[in-house]
C-alpha cells in the first residue's frame, strides 16, 4: 500500500520542531518552534467537534457540491468554509482542509511565533525566514523539481493544492496540480478545487488564470497539466 503522506520524509525545517497529530480522519504535520502537541489536539478537538455538530444538523452542508446558504449563527469555522465556498462556486467541504489548517495554525501562534501546518498537502505558513515549499506531481514532467519560495512578509499565507489526477479528492478537471495562494487557507482550497476543475487541457490554463487574475484574495496561482506550466501572481518558483 502507498503511504500517502510518504512525502513528510521529505520536509526539512531545522530550526522548528515537527510532529505529527492525528485526530479521528484528521492527519496534520506542524512545524513550529517547540513541540505544541497537547495544544494542537486540543485545537483540533475543538474546531472538528464545531463542524462535525453542525453536519449532525444539517448533513447537506457536508455532501453538496454547490455553495451553501451562509448564516450568522454558524459556527466560525463553519463559516468560513461555507463563504469559501460560495466565493469559489463550490460545496463548503471543498475548503475543509484549508480551513482547519488555518483555524489550528492561529489558534498554535499563542505558542510559537513560526508555525507551519500541513494537512493533506495543504498548508497554512506564518513564518519569519524564508521558506521552500516543494512541489509534487508524479505524473507530469516536472517531477518535483520545483519548488515556491516564500517571503516571511507573505505570511501568513495559505498556499493549497488540487489535482485531477493524484490523490482521493473529488475532481471534475485533469490538471496534473493546481496550487493556489491566498490570506485565506480556506479561500485558497476552495479555489484550487474550482480552479482545477476548470482545466481539462493545456487550451484551458490560459483562462483559468484569468479568472484567479478576477478574484482580489488570489495573490498567485500555479498550474500544471501534462508538460504545460502556467503561473501568475506573487509567486516565485524555483528549481530545488
Same mark, same amino acid.
Given at each position: %500500500?502507498?503511504n $500517502?503522506?510518504?512525502?513528510?520524509?521529505l520536509?526539512?525545517?531545522?530550526?522548528?520542531?515537527?510532529?505529527?497529530?492525528?485526530v479521528?480522519?484528521?492527519?496534520? &504535520?506542524?512545524? /513550529?518552534?517547540?513541540? &505544541?502537541?497537547?495544544? !494542537?489536539?486540543?485545537?483540533? #478537538?475543538r =474546531?472538528? =467537534?464545531?463542524l462535525?455538530?453542525?453536519?449532525?444538523?444539517h $448533513?447537506? *452542508?457536508?455532501?453538496? &457540491?454547490?455553495?451553501?446558504?451562509?448564516?450568522k449563527?454558524? $459556527?466560525?469555522?463553519?463559516?468560513?468554509?461555507?463563504? /469559501?465556498?460560495?466565493?469559489?462556486?463550490?460545496?463548503p467541504?471543498? !475548503?475543509v482542509?484549508? /480551513?482547519?489548517a488555518?483555524? #489550528?495554525g492561529?489558534?498554535?501562534?499563542?505558542?510559537s511565533p513560526?508555525? @507551519?501546518v500541513?494537512?493533506?498537502?495543504d498548508? *497554512?505558513?506564518k513564518?519569519?525566514?524564508?521558506?521552500t515549499?516543494?512541489?509534487y506531481?508524479?505524473k507530469?514532467?516536472?517531477?518535483?523539481g520545483?519548488?515556491?519560495e @516564500?517571503?516571511?512578509?507573505?505570511?501568513?499565507?495559505?498556499?493549497c493544492?488540487?489535482?485531477?489526477? %493524484?490523490g =482521493?479528492?473529488?475532481? *471534475?478537471?485533469?490538471?496534473? &496540480? #493546481?496550487?493556489?495562494?491566498?490570506?485565506?487557507? /480556506?479561500?485558497?482550497?476552495?479555489?484550487?478545487?474550482?480552479?482545477?476543475?476548470?482545466?481539462k487541457?493545456?487550451?484551458d #490554463?490560459?483562462?483559468a @488564470?484569468?479568472f484567479?487574475?478576477?478574484?482580489?484574495?488570489?495573490?498567485?496561482?500555479?498550474i +500544471? +497539466?501534462?508538460?504545460?506550466?502556467?503561473?501568475?501572481?506573487?509567486i516565485?518558483?524555483?528549481?530545488?
Amino acid at each position: %500500500m502507498i503511504n $500517502p503522506t510518504a512525502y513528510r520524509k521529505l520536509i526539512k525545517n531545522k530550526d522548528l520542531v515537527s510532529f505529527e497529530v492525528t485526530v479521528k480522519e484528521t492527519n496534520i &504535520l506542524f512545524s /513550529a518552534e517547540r513541540l &505544541l502537541r497537547k495544544e !494542537a489536539v486540543e485545537s483540533i #478537538v475543538r =474546531h472538528r =467537534h464545531y463542524l462535525e455538530s453542525y453536519i449532525e444538523l444539517h $448533513p447537506l *452542508f457536508q455532501t453538496t &457540491l454547490k455553495p451553501y446558504p451562509i448564516s450568522k449563527s454558524m $459556527p466560525p469555522i463553519v463559516r468560513t468554509m461555507a463563504e /469559501a465556498g460560495t466565493e469559489a462556486g463550490a460545496g463548503p467541504m471543498a !475548503a475543509v482542509a484549508g /480551513a482547519i489548517a488555518e483555524c #489550528v495554525g492561529k489558534d498554535l501562534l499563542k505558542f510559537s511565533p513560526q508555525i @507551519i501546518v500541513e494537512n493533506g498537502g495543504d498548508i *497554512f505558513i506564518k513564518s519569519e525566514v524564508e521558506r521552500t515549499v516543494d512541489i509534487y506531481c508524479e505524473k507530469a514532467q516536472f517531477g518535483s523539481g520545483i519548488g515556491i519560495e @516564500i517571503d516571511p512578509r507573505q505570511t501568513p499565507i495559505g498556499i493549497c493544492s488540487s489535482s485531477g489526477t %493524484m490523490g =482521493h479528492s473529488l475532481s *471534475f478537471g485533469k490538471a496534473d &496540480l #493546481v496550487t493556489i495562494l491566498s490570506s485565506s487557507t /480556506a479561500l485558497a482550497d476552495a479555489f484550487a478545487t474550482s480552479v482545477c476543475n476548470r482545466v481539462k487541457s493545456k487550451a484551458d #490554463v490560459e483562462e483559468a @488564470i484569468a479568472f484567479c487574475q478576477s478574484i482580489p484574495e488570489i495573490k498567485g496561482v500555479l498550474i +500544471i +497539466i501534462d508538460d504545460y506550466l502556467g503561473a501568475w501572481g506573487d509567486i516565485k518558483i524555483t528549481r530545488i
